[in-house]
Nanobody, 115 residues
Framework: EVQLVESGGGLVQAGGSLRLSCLLSGFTIDRYTIGWFRQAPGKGREGVSCITTSDGTTWYADSVRGRLTISRDNAKNTVYLQMNSLKPEDTAIYYC????????WGQGTQVTVSS
């Protein structure tokens, strides 16, 4: 059974940092592009970053480029999102999934940035 478990969210002030983790079980990440997505209140889910686990090529949405860094540990089947210089507009529930979004979604982890 495929399970995605996101963790590491919390409440921080603007300018602060958080490190999110995504543990994928029942699924081997070393062949797939894995991404982080977020859904803000009243908005649809959007992709913020992804990483090709074969060679580590990364992509970032314009709104987060330069502030967020995605990484992965294939041995631990885990993908990370280091979030720096956080802004109130980063407030959302953050999820991980294949870039296609084809895996069952996890519960996500709440990130709240206060101004």
């Amino acid at each position: 059974e495929v399970q995605l478990v996101e963790s590491g969210g919390g409440l921080v002030q603007a300018g602060g940092s958080l490190r999110l983790s995504c543990l994928l079980s029942g699924f081997t990440i070393d062949r797939y592009t894995i991404g982080w997505f977020r859904q803000a209140p009243g908005k649809g889910r959007e992709g913020v970053s992804c990483i090709t686990t074969s060679d580590g090529t990364t992509w970032y949405a314009d709104s987060v480029r330069g502030r967020l860094t995605i990484s992965r540990d294939n041995a631990k089947n885990t993908v990370y999102l280091q979030m720096n210089s956080l802004k109130p507009e980063d407030t959302a529930i953050y999820y991980c999934n294949r870039r296609s979004g084809s895996l069952p979604w996890g519960q996500g982890t709440q990130v709240t940035v206060s101004s």
